[in-house]
């Protein structure tokens, strides 16, 4: 439907609208307001049915994690309290005590005696049917002296272990290849042991 404003006469002059141009252009002027609010409510409600899409997604893993920490930049006092037990050495050695004997601190008897007896156990677990012909039963001095050379690796390190027992001088430990050979020392190495693993429950059993 066109409408025209411009007035009966085109050569005469324009004085002001008309009443019944000010009627027209109210009905134009509705026909635009109620189309634009059509179109703006189309979008609201694609939108809103958008977002109300997410939010159901959002509370599904909202309700996984219980809890949500939250940044804040309060502060809160910690309180610690005072620390009152007895500080200082708690050993019973003499200032004329070796090194040795704040050594056995650490590595008393009876752990060399609990490794010795099930390094021998697992050595013997581990070789039912398929004897090995390198091994024999070790003892408590031998696995002091185990501990030591690995001491002494831990000090001096070569990019190989075989290196310590090596014909180079350059390269040889004098001292680690003469507390037992390389053949000793890994198949300690290998049976090393501090737990009865027999006893061990069955995967499944618990």
Excluded at 61 to 89: A, H, Q, R
Aim: hydrophobic share 35%.
């Amino acid at each position: 439907m066109e409408r025209s404003f411009m007035p009966s006469s085109c050569d005469s002059e324009f004085e002001s609208f008309s009443t019944e141009d000010m009627e027209i252009s109210s009905e134009i002027l509705n026909e635009v307001q109620e189309h634009v609010v059509d179109e703006n409510e189309s979008d609201i409600s694609e939108y809103e049915t958008e977002s109300d899409s997410e939010e159901t997604e959002g509370s599904d893993v909202d309700s996984e994690d219980d809890f949500t920490p939250e940044w804040s930049k309060e502060l809160k006092e910690v309180f610690i309290n005072n620390f009152s037990e007895e500080t200082g050495s708690t050993h019973s050695l003499s200032q004329e005590a070796k090194p040795l004997d704040f050594f056995y601190l650490f590595f008393p008897e009876c752990l060399f005696e609990a490794i010795t007896a099930e390094t021998n156990r697992y050595a013997e677990c581990k070789q039912a049917g398929k004897k090995d012909s390198l091994w024999f039963p070790t003892t408590m001095d031998e696995i002091r002296a185990f501990f030591a050379i690995n001491i002494i690796i831990g000090i001096r390190q070569l990019p190989r272990i075989s290196n310590y027992w090596s014909d180079l001088e350059l390269l040889r430990d004098e001292y680690v290849s003469s507390i037992m050979t390389e053949i000793r020392f890994v198949k300690l190495n290998k049976y090393l042991h501090v737990r009865d693993t027999s006893s061990t429950p069955v995967r499944g059993e618990l």
